[in-house]
């Protein structure tokens, strides 16, 4: 006759479970986070910045202050990662805009002014 497990090993089996669930959509949830800074970090990213910056001339394309340098300004998600994960690297979904426009933004989608 097989004999069942105690109920203290059953509840840190199913207590476990529980905690490996969440782990797993705490991972699920900042893929697509990391993805983009591995991607914003590399050689391709900041040559994308430099590129981006030179075509809008300084100046931020969403409040229209010239600002003096490149690391004044953010890679922006036009389309916000937390309801778009898939277009964390999509080049047609990102844009330059200054440091606080990027904040004022946060999740909002606004499309890029041309």
């Known amino acids: 006759m097989q004999q069942s497990k105690p109920d203290w090993i059953q509840q840190s ?16 949830k900042y893929r697509p986070r990391r993805r983009f800074e591995r991607w914003r970090d590399s050689q391709d990213g900041q040559a994308w910045k430099q590129q981006q910056f030179n075509r809008i001339q300084g100046i931020c394309p969403d409040c229209g202050h010239q600002l003096p340098a490149i690391a004044h300004f953010q890679i922006d998600h036009i389309k916000p990662l937390k309801t778009h994960p898939d277009l964390a690297t999509d080049l047609s979904n990102l844009q330059l805009l200054c440091g606080p426009c990027n904040q004022r933004k946060a999740c909002q989608i606004k499309p890029p002014k041309k």
Not at 13 to 28: C, S, V
């Open 13 to 28: 089996f199913h207590q476990l479970q529980k905690y490996q669930d969440l782990a797993a959509k705490i991972r699920h």
